[in-house]
């Protein structure tokens, strides 16, 4: 248990940060008194000030040191990055070429608590250059070290004063509010007299520092440009493109820096609003936080906590692990240690869970991903569970996780979910259990019904549980608007739109607003989308005669853009609804394209080897089912074959799901043999076009 000195340290800065008008951030990772009372005096000092913010161990996306403790940034002072070193002066055995020689433990160490921070600082001042315009004046960027556990009696009685930069150091007496406020006034006035800078910054200087924490390598990788390619080309478009979009919204990042532990909650979102971004986030975040506060955080048993990670689609299993894996280095600057987070789809965490030794019968999936059994599985679980339960409860114990974080939660029976709140044990301090739900209505592309959640067995109505991310950012509104119309059957047969108003959830997008515009309008028959605000062309249709023409243009289109245009053969994403009548799709375009420009083709669906790694690599084509390419994006998509899409409410979300997979350019193809899909594709497109004009 805490100690109660504890406590009060971290209720005293809980209490400092809900007075303060100044946003705080990160206020959960906190690890101790020291990190503390420099918080506390920050706040005391400048939270009077609603125009800036207090962050703690905040990272940018390209970190290669340990994050600050400490970054204030406001107005009057610019950005202050602090390292806080909360060892008493006993333990600093000398100071010598500004590395302090620490002893812990009997063992002595040299750290430079300067340098580290000087680091930091330069870290972030990259970070804000890049989100800043060419020649935009960034703010003053400043850094110091605080020892708040040593007194200035005992550092100059120590003689320490001689060796460090006594304008940079913040002892015991530094952290008095009036004083630390003056001191930092009058540091700041200086240096911006040094370097002609104008104090107050502006608010788009504060903005830009905001957007440097938000500049997340789980987004996007960099990739190294390509000098050869003239910038003409929509290859070099792409390339800059996907190396611009770096940042997280800030939407994205307060939901990432959520408190989620010993609650449900449910995060519903738009298609591209960045829920598996945010949900790699979370779990990363909550896995720090959980290992640097053990003892308080988890009751006696695991030396670390245990959590989960789980998706129905298996070809996303890989995506999620590498963007966990990414937000966590990038956190911590280390690896998540060994069986702390288990990423799978349902049944493998089921499996992994009897493989390390769980005492009951695996069920296996029947088909190619058992959605019909889905319900009848889990109730199977549960049967065996419970009987564990009642006749050896301590065998079940060691098996249990502290928390499950759910992407696309509504691929997901109703049963599914009280398997896996069987699988969770009670937080100690609530009694409730961590299950965090990512959901879509749109992409229902299984046609679940979604659940009751109190039925379930959850409370999502209280306080802030249940949340919507409002805003897409991975598709433009011309790909997103048309997908939706498809969806609830703008064009369709009558009574279609009435039996897609729930399944695709308008009355909520309708009365939820992005700005001063509600998220979707509708005018006549059409939808007009507001949630989604990049723009760029009109998603292309192309109706064929025959198969065997279809798939000519396809070949050829692909080949044009390969060879012609310089793009990435892993920025193009070919999907179908079924795959029957492209299997011989791979073999055409290895035939017809030149040697070396491609090295191979992946194909995650069906019993293929490529649905248990990441669907996009470089230099490699990927074709798929839109199952298979559930969760994951490409700036061009063909979905191929549109007419073989059933316009049933299955049919229609699964040609939402393959349409949201493109970013930018989206081409629709199919034979023109109606009635199907593929036609309504044409009405729904002539009739935005049209609408578009006429404003």
């Known amino acids: 248990m805490p100690e109660a000195r504890d406590l009060d340290w971290r209720g005293e ?25 420099v918080g506390i005096a920050l706040l005391k000092a400048f939270g009077d000030h609603a125009g800036g913010f207090l962050y703690f161990e905040p990272c940018t996306a390209r970190s290669t040191q340990r994050p600050a403790d400490a970054v204030l940034c406001h107005p009057l002072v610019g950005v202050v990055v602090v390292e806080v070193k909360g060892y008493p002066i006993s333990m600093i055995e000398r100071i010598s070429g500004g590395s302090f020689y620490v002893r812990r433990k009997g063992l002595m160490r040299p750290e430079n608590p ?38 200035r009696s005992d550092w100059e009685a120590a003689g320490f004063h001689q060796c460090v930069e006594m304008d940079r150091l913040w002892l015991a007496e530094d952290l008095g509010n009036d004083s630390l406020r003056q001191r930092l006034m009058e540091f700041a006035s200086g240096k911006q007299k040094l370097l002609g800078m104008n104090l107050p910054f502006t608010a788009r200087q504060i903005e830009l520092v905001r957007r440097a924490f938000g500049d997340s390598a789980v987004i996007q990788q960099q990739r190294p440009v390509r000098r050869e390619v003239s910038q003409e080309r929509l290859g070099a478009y792409i390339d800059d493109l996907l190396n611009s979009d770096k940042y997280l ?27 598996t971004v945010v949900l790699a986030n979370m779990t990363a975040r909550y896995v720090k936080r959980a290992l640097t506060q053990q003892g308080e955080l988890f009751q006696p048993g695991p030396a670390a906590p245990r959590v989960a990670v789980v998706c129905f689609n298996r070809a996303l299993v890989s995506l999620i692990r590498s963007k966990i894996h990414d937000s966590y280095a990038q956190q911590t600057m280390g690896a998540i240690p060994d069986g702390v987070v288990k990423i799978s789809h349902l049944n493998g965490l089921m499996w992994d869970l009897i493989e390390e030794g769980l005492p009951i019968h695996y069920v296996r999936i029947q088909g190619e991903d058992g959605v019909e059994e889905a319900a009848k599985r889990a109730a199977e679980y549960r049967r065996q569970l419970a009987e564990l339960r009642a006749q050896r409860e301590a065998a079940l114990e060691p098996f249990l996780l502290d928390a499950m974080f759910v992407d696309e939660g509504q691929d997901f029976e109703e049963e599914e979910f009280r398997l896996l709140l069987d699988l969770i044990r009670p937080d100690r301090r609530t009694g409730e259990k961590t299950l965090i739900i990512f959901y879509d209505d749109a992409q229902n592309l299984y046609g679940r019904t979604r659940p009751v959640w109190r039925h379930v067995g959850i409370d999502v109505q209280r306080g802030d549980r249940s949340r919507v991310m409002k805003e897409c950012f991975r598709n433009t509104r011309q790909i997103v608007e048309f997908a939706f119309n498809l969806l609830i059957g703008s064009c369709g047969p009558p009574g279609v739109r009435a039996e897609m108003k729930a399944f695709a959830d308008l009355d909520t997008l309708r009365n939820r607003r992005l700005g001063d515009k509600p998220l979707i309008e509708e005018q006549g028959e059409l939808v007009r989308v507001h949630f989604a605000r990049g723009s760029w062309a009109w998603p292309r249709v192309h109706l064929f005669p025959s198969r065997e023409q279809e798939l000519e243009w396809v070949v050829s289109e692909l080949r044009r853009l390969i060879v012609e245009e310089s793009v990435r053969p892993e920025d193009i994403l070919v999907e179908f609804h079924v795959s029957t009548e492209f299997r011989d799709l791979g073999e055409r375009i290895r035939s017809r394209l030149p040697a070396g ?4 083709i992946l194909q995650p669906y069906g019993r293929s080897a490529d649905r248990d790694k990441l669907i996009f690599r470089p230099n490699h084509l990927t074709l798929s089912t839109t199952k298979g390419a559930k969760g994951y994006d490409a700036p061009v998509v063909f979905l191929v074959g549109a007419d073989l899409f059933p316009a049933t409410t299955e049919g229609r979300a699964s040609f939402y799901v393959g349409a949201t997979r493109a970013r930018l350019l989206l081409n629709v193809s199919g034979l023109a043999h109606p009635p199907s899909l593929l036609q309504e594709c044409t009405a729904v497109l002539s009739k935005l076009q049209a609408a578009e004009q006429g404003q």
């Open 13 to 37: 800065l809980k209490r400092q940060a809900r007075q303060a008008r100044l946003e705080v951030l990160g206020i959960d990772d906190v690890r101790d008194q020291a990190q503390a009372r």
């Open 114 to 151: 300067f340098q580290q921070v000087r680091l930091a600082m330069f870290e972030i001042k990259n970070a804000v250059e890049r989100a800043s315009e060419p020649g935009e004046q960034i703010p003053l960027l400043e850094y110091f070290v605080s020892l708040p556990n040593i007194s």
């Open 249 to 275: 919204s800030a939407e994205q990042q307060e939901l990432s820096r959520l408190e989620v532990r010993g609650q449900p909650r449910l995060i519903r979102g738009v298609a591209g609003s960045g829920k």
């Open 597 to 600: 420009s491609i090295e191979g």
